[in-house]
């Protein structure tokens, strides 16, 4: 089992930046890729980002590409999303997973229980 806690979310102006933390515990998260996913009011769960764990290649939503960095920290079992130049269409609860690569939610396993991330006009 991985158990996965998610922080760092928060209420921020458009424009501005927050770096979110998913932080693992339990089984090894060697084995796992590692993805950020976020769901806004009255919509379906979507892919944002995803790390491998082993060599870090990185792959991520065409809309957030160039403004959200996914990166992890092996030493502390964490990834991190950093998300620059927010905008009001970002606001959602984002999550992270824990699985095997890919942008389906079906490809993750192990899931947090989720961040707020409200961004105002």
């Known amino acids: 089992q991985v158990q996965l806690v998610e922080s760092g979310g928060g209420l921020v102006q458009a424009g501005g930046s927050l770096r979110l933390s998913c932080a693992a515990s339990?089984?090894?998260?060697?084995?796992?890729?590692v993805g950020w996913f976020r769901q806004a009011a009255g919509k379906e769960r979507e892919f944002v980002a995803t790390?491998?764990?082993?060599?870090?290649?990185?792959y991520y939503k065409a809309s957030v590409k160039g403004r959200f960095t996914i990166s992890r920290d092996n030493a502390k079992n964490t990834v991190y999303l950093q998300m620059n130049s927010l905008n009001p269409d970002d606001t959602a609860v984002y999550y992270c997973?824990?699985?095997?690569w890919g942008t389906g939610v079906s490809d993750y396993d192990y899931w947090g229980q989720g961040t707020q991330v409200t961004v105002s006009s």
């Open positions: 790390i491998s764990w082993t060599v870090s290649i990185t």
């Open positions: 339990g089984r090894t998260f060697s084995s796992y890729a």
């Open positions: 997973a824990a699985g095997r």
